[in-house]
């Protein structure tokens, strides 16, 4: 079994914020695949299904971005999995908007949500870090990342996540190449 998380914020108030697009992610590869309906569980919202011939726990934690370790940790506790089983979408401000990078472990770059799991957990975890651009100075970046997509971007946006969703089972086989190639594929 693996677990995906993505970050966000619970409330419609947050929903359509930049912080908010690894809980999009969620959703569009909870639609694609069939998963069962959300059930509150691990201090958030979890819906199992498959893809390809992976089980697959989708995490939404409900405990908003600077608490989100407390719930994926107790989500891996209870499957008795270890940080080698999940992987987490994220926003990041230092990709190009709506570009789709990889990586396996690493540093926080002062991301609320990651810095929590790794308080929990440790930095050993796979990320798909989904790209929002940078506001251009320090002092911009909570309104920006806390700010709705633009409508201007909405195009943009439903095709990242289409392609993210329909490249999802190279992820769920360990082929984080192919998928990011395929989804940057998608994306031309």
Known sequence: MQIWVGLGNPGPRYAMH?????????????????FAPPQK???G???EGRIGSEKILLLKPATFMNESGRSVGEALR???LGTDALTVFHDELDLAPFKVKVKQGGGTAGHNGLRSIDKHLGPDFRRVRIGIG????KDRVSGYVLGNYAKAEQDDLVQML???????EWLAKGDDPRFMSDVALRMQ
Not at 18 to 30: E, L, Q, S, T
Not at 134 to 137: E, I, K, L, R, V
Not at 162 to 168: K, L, M, V
């Open 162 to 168: 289409g392609a993210i969703g329909a490249e999802a």
């Open 45 to 47: 919202w979890a819906q």
């Open 41 to 43: 569980k691990f201090q």
């Open 18 to 34: 930049r912080h908010n697009v690894g809980f999009m992610a969620c959703d569009v590869i909870a639609d694609m695949y069939d």
């Open 78 to 80: 209870f499957y008795k």
């Open 134 to 137: 940078h506001p251009g100075h």
